[in-house]
């Protein structure tokens, strides 16, 4: 999306759609799946029914109803849902006022959302041109509705639920609990080509996996069509509802994702604008927090790789050979199952790697050596930081892809660098660096984290491969 100044149309549908509400939500059972339909409408005007869908398979997804649970006692997990699923619609007018009608919500659960939705959204405002939004006026949220409690549920302590993306991250999680002989069991949302590939490449089916299927309602694809705004939400805050709801069915307590310590950096230098806002540690913390008080203390989402750098997970991710093939991390390639080889993520990916797997593998896994291609320059300048904003995209930071680059440099003979390499050796960003210096980054830990003592046995364990 090009960066252009839509205030007067940001005010102008503000106007014109003034009201956006929550009108209600259904839960039923069909076909051995558990649906949930939300209703949603924009002004009276326009009308959205998504919907997600969860298959409800022997010892994966119905311990609950194994346990006694009714369709009922879900109102609470499906309505949280809701109100994250919301922000995606909202989005397209950003009616300044908000009606929540299934439910009642304290003021501290209003501040909470908006704080969600302002974050979650900075992207969206800042690639719209819609500067400096008031955090405080930008939406009004008026619940009408009834309190909710949670039902009472059993969660077996030890197991744990481990959402797959895909990429290197979630790998790396995975393998390391699984050698760990901890019980996991992965989790998929809309499975595609690379998270199949993943978990196949793992041992498991699609049938032995937690699944579900989250569906754009089509009239918000017309309002996208027809000009309304449109950018980017916080997925995985919207993933993180739905986990706490996963682990309720499966009977487990742990939520382990896969995100880390360089998730907490801007996108925009000099701001908190983050595209990997809900993958922070403060929104980690604030999510838990949510939880925790208002649904149900028994759930334990955290970040197992939250202690570590992308350098350090790359490190990890390069000895599970198995995936290597499998694994995509590239969003313009998500519906070809391919790396794209033309996109900051690729070219992320590709330079993290690096130092590890070398230009020769690399280019056997992307389909052709990305340090050879300078119409790439502009990207490796983003990710470098010789520009102030880096790509909006999940990729690391902008020290952790200069020191790669260092550590490459330094490991390759100076007559045989590639085009990109060499433009980025004759960069005010390179500086030489010692290999002392690069083993240091690896041995890191963040001590910023939610991790139990058990998990932090396994990275730091994890940590002393990598000095070997």
Sequence with gaps: MNRQNNIKKYISLRNEYPVFSYEDYTITLEDNELVIR???????QYFFYPETRIPILEHISDTFFR???????LKIFAFNIGMIELVSYWKAACSPKVVIKPHALTEEQITWWKKIYFNGLGEFFYLNGI???DPDAFMEIIA???????????????????????????????????QNQIDCLPLIMNPRGATIGCIEAAGFTLDSIFRIKRTIHPQLLDLNAKGFLNGHTPF???????????????GRRNIALSNESSANEATVEGSSINHQYSKSFEFEQDFRAYVHQFISPKPNYFSFLRPLSELQIAALFSRFETYHNVFRSCNAGSKTDSWCGNCPKCLFTFTILAPY?????LTQIFGKDLFQD???TPYLRQLTGMDNVKPF????TVDEVNASLQQTIAINPADTLASLLQYYRQSPSYQPIHQTQFAALLEEFVPEHNLEPQYVHIIKTALSWLSK
Excluded at 38 to 44: A, K
Excluded at 357 to 361: A, F, H, I, S, T
Excluded at 393 to 396: K, L, Q, S
């Design 38 to 44: 939300f209703s949603f409408n924009l002004n009276q």
């Design 67 to 73: 346990n006694g649970g009714k369709i009922d006692d």
């Design 131 to 133: 500067d400096n939004p």
């Design 144 to 178: 009408e509705g009834t309190p909710i409690a949670a039902p009472d549920f059993k969660l077996d302590l030890s197991a744990v639920l481990v959402p797959i993306g895909g990429g290197k991250d979630s790998v790396v999680t995975l393998e390391l609990l699984r």
């Design 236 to 250: 995985s805050a919207m993933l993180g509802f739905n986990t706490i709801l996963a682990s309720v069915l499966s």
């Design 357 to 361: 797997l070398g230009e020769e593998r």
């Design 374 to 376: 300078l119409s790439l």
């Design 393 to 396: 995209e999940c990729v690391g």
